[in-house]
Structure formats: C-alpha cells, structure tokens
T-cell receptor
Framework: DGGITQSPKYLFRKEGQNVTLSCEQN?????MYWYRQDPGQGLRLIYY???????QKGDIAEGYSVSREKKESFPLTVTSAQKNPTAFYLC???????????????FGPGTRLTVL | AQTVTQSQPEMSVQEAETVTLSCTYD???????LFWYKQPPSRQMILVIR??????QNATENRFSVNFQKAAKSFSLKISDSQLGDAAMYFC???????????FGQGTRLTINP
C-alpha cells in the first residue's frame, strides 16, 4: 500500500535536546511538507521541499531544520532553539501535475512531541 | 497573503440531520483550489471534498457537498444524513494555482448527537 509513514507516534524530549521526526513516503511524490498543529488550531507550515536537495521555510520555521537527501524521506529536526515545541506534527506530500492526484495533499498519521 | 477563516469553533447536530460548516477566504487570485479535510480522533487528515475555482458547479461526494460562492469568497460544507462517524475536526483549506502550499482555517469541531 502506498502512503506516508511517520515515526515515532509519540516522542518525549527533555529541554535542551534536539529530536528528529521521521517522515517517509512511497507515493513517488516530489513535494513534501511539515506542519505543526496546536490544540484547537489549524495547521501551520514549518518547512516544505519541492525537490531533492532543496527546501523552503514555511510560516514558522524558527527552531526547526530539515533535510531532503532522498525523494522518499523528509526528516524534521526540532532543535533546542524552538521555545515551545510541544505539539502534534504532521508530514504531507503532493503529487506532480501529471498525477491524477495532483490536487490532493496526502498526510501521514502524525507524531505527538512532548517536552518534559 | 491568503487567509482562511472558519467562524464556527464548534458545531453539533442530531444524527441523520443536515449540518453546514462555514468557511470564508481572502485572496486576490482568480485560479485556486479549495478543500475540506476531516480529522477524526485518530488525528489522520482525510480529504473530504475539493473544488476548483474555475468550476461553477458545486462539488459533491456522496453525503458531502459544498456551496461555493466565488464572488463572496465563501466555501461551506454541507453534510447530509449525519452519521456518528462524521464526528471530527473539519478544516477548510486554500491553495493557489501553481502554488505548493495549503493555507488552513482554524477548524470546526463537529459533534454528532445520537
């Protein structure tokens, strides 16, 4: 089955530590995204990548970093510079224009990050 | 910058009845796409329905339909014959033609009363 996987499902971090959230897709999609969701709020874009070895900041990139070394993978690192990292993190991808599903953004199941 | 507003933080409806969720957006562009996503308690985002701005006909998907008013920049979701499984957060989202980013509204929590 094609889809997006995120791991781990739950992640706990001590203050001052960096943590990396995994996102893998086997949909052959070019573009991938990271969103943050806080309670009672919508999704806010952290970073996105339209192609391997290239990525752009979203609306709330401060305190986060990403890499895109492979088409299938788009890991997100939450650094100690992120002041309030406790949130739900969603990874997503979107197909190319030739793909019938171009207009649909597919989402992973999410990772819940808690800072202790 | 485009913005999406959902003015109803919470809605409730009796099972089998019809409910309408509101969404308005602000844009100066003429070509764009609008979406409704459902997020059940599992937190998995699921696409419910989408609308291309160039299409005048309102999109429908089984019990889900939209009322797209381009001039008013309004995009409401109607759920007919509500079922317990429809209980979820619903997010309205916007994307410009050619853009890769989605802009989300704040969400509406829908409760279905048995």
């Amino acid at each position: 089955d094609g889809g997006i996987t995120q791991s781990p499902k739950y992640l706990f971090r001590k203050e001052g530590q960096n943590v990396t959230l995994s996102c893998e897709q086997n949909l052959n999609h070019d573009a991938m995204y990271w969103y943050r969701q806080d309670p009672g709020q919508g999704l806010r874009l952290i970073y996105y990548s339209q192609i391997v070895n290239d990525f752009q900041k979203g609306d709330i990139a401060e305190g986060y970093s990403v890499s895109r070394e492979k088409k299938e993978s788009f890991p997100l690192t939450v650094t100690s510079a992120q002041k309030n990292p406790t949130a739900f993190y969603l990874c997503a991808s979107i197909g190319t224009r030739a793909d019938i599903s171009y207009n649909e953004q597919f989402f992973g199941p999410g990772t819940r990050l808690t800072v202790l | 910058a485009q913005t999406v507003t959902q003015s109803q933080p919470e809605m409730s409806v009796q099972e089998a009845e019809t409910v309408t969720l509101s969404c308005t957006y602000d844009t100066s562009e003429s070509d764009y796409y609008l979406f409704w996503y459902k997020q059940p308690p599992s937190r998995q985002m699921i696409l419910v329905i989408r609308q291309e701005a160039y299409k005048q006909q309102n999109a429908t998907e089984n019990r889900f339909s939209v009322n797209f008013q381009k001039a008013a920049k309004s995009f409401s979701l109607k759920i007919s014959d509500s079922q317990l499984g429809d209980a979820a957060m619903y997010f309205c989202a916007y994307r410009s033609e050619g853009a890769q980013k989605l802009v989300f509204g704040q969400g509406t929590r829908l409760t279905i009363n048995p």
